[in-house]
Structure formats: structure tokens, C-alpha cells
């Protein structure tokens, strides 16, 4: 009994002898791979696809794991760095076609993720927009996004990403871009790096053909007073609007920059729409809910009772409603401070 416990002794240090030596003194023996890549691009990511000339070449992830794990992270990482949004929207058609005409990389996450990005927002503006601790926004529950390397249609997104964002089942697409610091130029060097890891060929736009979305940075409280004396210079309000009845009763908040509705009350010494100097009219005080939607310094909308289409001059052939920005946000007049 003695000689088998010793023998048994003996043939394990000697196995603890051999692995340990295996350890240390087999420096040409390579590191295990895992079967399936445990990269966070890999497993974040469901599928990446290159579009160019209306054709679809899909980057599998098993076939070629080191690519596809380089070019998810290269991605991801232009999507930490967007600062700068644009004023575009898109159907899920318009995004189609961009496929079929430009030259695009299309990253899809396998469930929505929220992507933290460079744009900086103001402590004012944080109530309605989700940024993380540091005051960098968030960009929530992104499904997909489409970094556009050439624009064939001359649309002007050129280095720009739609990136989409899935609510209540469908995606809505935002416009994105990276701007370089301390300038109004746009970063394009990672479209060169991601067509490089992509193995694709591109050609930047001749000058002046696809310009940069310039973005006009107008606070509310000027915003507001633009929407007031938009309002105040109307037809219906100089026929007989009450100037001391003016006020405003909400602002909505839009997930475009620098894009704000606000709603105002008012009184008229009659009832009716526009300039009326050619009606009878019987006096009487008549409510009024003007919405006014400015959008970089510019009013984009004004609809006045649900019914009044006040930069149009006529009646609203159907019922439209307040166009409400997609999301908005109630805010407190009260608590509304300029940027």
C-alpha cells in the first residue's frame, strides 16, 4: 500500500513538474483562440454590411472574426465621437435608396444600446436632453447606423451617420456628423480609416458640391421673441389682437438643435382668421392658441386653434393638430432659461 502512494506521488509531481514547465519554457506555443471572439464589438454588434453601386457584401463575423472585430470597433468609436447633429429625417424608404446610390458602411447592434457621443450639453438643457454624468450626451436606444462615404445623390451627407434609434418597434434616423474642434469643418479622416478597413474605394465630393450643414445656434429666449414677433406681425393679431392678452403658455422642447415650439395665448376684439377689413364683424372677444415652431432662429410653423394655417393664410383642410417636434418635452414656462 505504502509503494502505491508513492508511486502515485511520484507520477503527480511529475505532471506538476511537466505543466509547469509548459508554462514558462514553451514561449513558441501560441495563446488558445476561443472559438467565437469575445470582443465587445462582436458581441454587441449583429451584422455589418458594406453597400456600393446598389450591392450588399455582409462582413461575417465567423468567417473573418479579425476584421470584423477591427472594423465593429472602429465604428463603435466614430460613434463616441459624433458632436455635431444636422437637420435631417428620414424614412425608412429615403434609407433604401441611400443604400442603393451611396457608397455606406451599416453597423446593426443586436439590441438597442445607448452610445454616449462628444456633444457637451449645457446644465440648462439637461432636463429634457439624457446625457451621463460629465454632461455628455446620450444617444438612447440606437439599433443602427449608417456611416454614408460617398453621396452619390448630392444631398449634402457626405462624412455624415444616420443613426437609428428603435421606439415602440420602429427606427427613426438622425443625422450626425464629427466636427473638428474649434472649427465649422467637418472630421472626415475616419470616413478614409473605415473605407480602409472596409476595403473599399472612395473619392471625396469636389469642392462646394457637398457643403457642411451649417448650424445657426439661436437660444430659446431668442427663439422665443422670434415666434412673439412672428406672432404680433400677423395678419389676424394686427387686425385686432390684444397685445396686453399675449401670453405664453408652453414650450416644447425638439430633439433637433436649437429647434423650439412655443405656445401662446391671446385675446381678439372679434372672431375670425386674417386681415377681416372687408367683413362685418360683431365684437366680441374671441380666445386664441397660436403653436409657433422656430427652428435655428427660423419659424418653420405656425398653426393657430388647430385650424389656421398662419403662414399659409388659409383654413387646414383636415385637422393637423399642433405639429409637435418627435419627442418633445413639456416645459415649465417658469422654468424655461436661455441657453
Same mark, same amino acid.
Given at each position: 500500500?505504502?509503494?502505491?502512494?508513492?508511486?502515485?506521488?511520484?507520477?503527480?509531481?511529475?505532471?506538476?513538474?511537466?505543466?509547469?514547465?509548459?508554462?514558462?519554457?514553451?514561449?513558441?506555443?501560441?495563446?488558445?483562440?476561443?472559438?467565437?471572439?469575445?470582443?465587445?464589438?462582436?458581441?454587441?454588434?449583429?451584422?455589418?454590411?458594406?453597400?456600393?453601386?446598389?450591392?450588399?457584401?455582409?462582413?461575417?463575423?465567423?468567417?473573418?472574426?479579425?476584421?470584423?472585430?477591427?472594423?465593429?470597433?472602429?465604428?463603435?468609436?466614430?460613434?463616441?465621437?459624433?458632436?455635431?447633429?444636422?437637420?435631417?429625417?428620414?424614412?425608412?424608404?429615403?434609407?433604401?435608396?441611400?443604400?442603393?446610390?451611396?457608397?455606406?458602411?451599416?453597423?446593426?447592434?443586436?439590441?438597442?444600446?445607448?452610445?454616449?457621443?462628444?456633444?457637451?450639453?449645457?446644465?440648462?438643457?439637461?432636463?429634457?436632453?439624457?446625457?451621463?454624468?460629465?454632461?455628455?450626451?446620450?444617444?438612447?436606444?440606437?439599433?443602427?447606423?449608417?456611416?454614408?462615404?460617398?453621396?452619390?445623390?448630392?444631398?449634402?451627407?457626405?462624412?455624415?451617420?444616420?443613426?437609428?434609434?428603435?421606439?415602440?418597434?420602429?427606427?427613426?434616423?438622425?443625422?450626425?456628423?464629427?466636427?473638428?474642434?474649434?472649427?465649422?469643418?467637418?472630421?472626415?479622416?475616419?470616413?478614409?480609416?473605415?473605407?480602409?478597413?472596409? =476595403?473599399?474605394?472612395?473619392?471625396?465630393?469636389?469642392? $462646394?458640391?457637398? &457643403?457642411?450643414?451649417?448650424?445657426?445656434? @439661436?437660444?430659446? *429666449? /431668442?427663439?422665443?421673441?422670434?415666434?412673439?414677433?412672428?406672432?404680433?406681425?400677423?395678419?389676424?393679431?394686427?387686425?385686432?389682437?390684444?397685445?396686453?392678452?399675449?401670453?405664453?403658455?408652453?414650450?416644447?422642447?425638439?430633439?433637433?438643435?436649437?429647434?423650439?415650439?412655443?405656445?401662446?395665448?391671446?385675446?381678439?376684439?372679434?372672431?375670425?382668421?386674417?386681415?377681416?377689413?372687408?367683413?362685418?364683424?360683431?365684437?366680441?372677444?374671441?380666445?386664441?392658441?397660436?403653436?409657433?415652431?422656430?427652428?435655428?432662429?427660423?419659424?418653420?410653423?405656425?398653426?393657430?386653434?388647430?385650424?389656421?394655417?398662419?403662414? =399659409?393664410?388659409?383654413?387646414?383642410?383636415?385637422?393637423? $393638430?399642433?405639429? &409637435?417636434?418627435?419627442?418633445?418635452?413639456? @416645459?415649465?414656462? *417658469? /422654468?424655461?432659461?436661455?441657453?
Amino acid at each position: 500500500m505504502k509503494g502505491k502512494l508513492i508511486s502515485m506521488s511520484l507520477l503527480l509531481m511529475a505532471v506538476l513538474i511537466t505543466a509547469s514547465g509548459c508554462a514558462t519554457g514553451s514561449e513558441n506555443i501560441e495563446p488558445r483562440v476561443s472559438a467565437e471572439p469575445q470582443d465587445a464589438s462582436y458581441t454587441m454588434t449583429k451584422e455589418i454590411s458594406l453597400w456600393q453601386d446598389g450591392e450588399e457584401q455582409v462582413i461575417h463575423p465567423l468567417e473573418n472574426p479579425k476584421r470584423y472585430i477591427q472594423t465593429g470597433d472602429l465604428l463603435v468609436e466614430s460613434l463616441h465621437k459624433l458632436n455635431l447633429q444636422a437637420r435631417c429625417a428620414f424614412s425608412q424608404e429615403r434609407i433604401d435608396e441611400i443604400k442603393q446610390k451611396d457608397t455606406v458602411v451599416e453597423l446593426i447592434f443586436r439590441d438597442p444600446v445607448d452610445i454616449t457621443i462628444s456633444q457637451f450639453i449645457e446644465p440648462e438643457d439637461r432636463h429634457h436632453i439624457a446625457t451621463d454624468e460629465d454632461g455628455y450626451r446620450i444617444l438612447e436606444k440606437v439599433k443602427s447606423a449608417i456611416f454614408v462615404l460617398e453621396d452619390n445623390l448630392n444631398e449634402g451627407l457626405w462624412a455624415h451617420v444616420l443613426v437609428g434609434s428603435e421606439y415602440e418597434g420602429k427606427i427613426g434616423y438622425g443625422c450626425w456628423a464629427i466636427q473638428q474642434e474649434g472649427s465649422n469643418e467637418l472630421d472626415t479622416s475616419l470616413l478614409y480609416e473605415i473605407a480602409s478597413a472596409c =476595403e473599399l474605394e472612395i473619392e471625396a465630393p469636389s469642392p $462646394g458640391e457637398d &457643403e457642411m450643414v451649417e448650424i445657426h445656434r @439661436v437660444s430659446q *429666449e /431668442e427663439s422665443e421673441e422670434i415666434a412673439r414677433n412672428y406672432l404680433l406681425n400677423s395678419p389676424t393679431f394686427k387686425f385686432d389682437g390684444i397685445e396686453d392678452s399675449l401670453e405664453l403658455a408652453t414650450t416644447y422642447q425638439a430633439a433637433c438643435p436649437y429647434c423650439w415650439q412655443f405656445v401662446f395665448e391671446f385675446q381678439c376684439r372679434h372672431a375670425g382668421y386674417g386681415d377681416r377689413a372687408d367683413q362685418i364683424l360683431a365684437e366680441v372677444i374671441t380666445p386664441h392658441t397660436a403653436g409657433i415652431t422656430v427652428d435655428q432662429g427660423e419659424v418653420v410653423s405656425a398653426i393657430m386653434d388647430d385650424q389656421w394655417d398662419i403662414m =399659409e393664410q388659409k383654413m387646414i383642410e383636415k385637422d393637423t $393638430g399642433l405639429p &409637435e417636434p418627435e419627442p418633445v418635452e413639456t @416645459v415649465n414656462p *417658469e /422654468e424655461v432659461s436661455s441657453q
